[in-house]
């Protein structure tokens, strides 16, 4: 007997001594669990950074589009340019240039190219003359003015309007 208690010993001190290796499956269970929740909010903060990206970027297309119509038309202004009666859609843009009345006169203007299946354009140009100032010469003056609108991918209906008036002198007084 007294072998064998000692064979008992021996192997219970051996366990005893023995260091422990690797993780139990609990350890591994919690370890994924914390890492889940660390994780799971970047992935929501990222969908949400890149509907804003989307966002911002048609508001930032509908403002280089509508500044450089406007700026570009105001060259045209008040000469070589068809007045309209209210509202017209913008014809199709052609490698990025747009014409602004008849064909046959200097009146085409570059403009970014702006997708058609996002954005609806309508443009009014109108003629006015103004009364003479202290030099009595009568003045026209064109106005134009663009409506951008578009519907954002949240569904959310956004617009922009831009317009420009100018004072053409060449008109003389009697």
Not at 2 to 8: I, V
Request: a positive charge; charged letters at 20%; hydrophobic letters at 45%.
């Amino acid at each position: 007997m007294n072998m064998r208690n000692s064979k008992h010993r021996h192997w219970v001190s051996c366990r005893q001594g023995k260091t422990r290796r690797g993780l139990s499956l609990v350890e591994v269970l919690v370890a994924l669990f914390v890492l889940g929740l660390t994780i799971l909010p970047l992935f929501g903060l990222y969908s949400q950074s890149s509907a804003v990206v989307r966002i911002g970027r048609h508001d930032i297309e509908a403002m280089n589009f509508g500044s450089s119509f406007i700026s570009q038309a105001r060259k045209l202004l008040p000469r070589n340019v068809t007045c309209t009666n209210g509202d017209m859609k913008l014809l199709a843009i052609q490698n990025g240039q747009l014409r602004l009345g008849p064909v046959g006169v200097a009146n085409t203007i570059e403009v970014p190219l702006l997708d058609q299946a996002i954005f609806q354009t309508t443009y009014s140009i109108a003629s006015f003359v103004m009364s003479p100032a202290n030099d009595g010469m009568l003045r026209e003056a064109k106005q134009i003015v663009l409506k951008i609108s578009w519907k954002e991918s949240l569904g959310k209906d956004k617009s922009a309007c831009f317009t420009a008036l100018v004072i053409d002198d060449s008109i003389s007084g009697h």
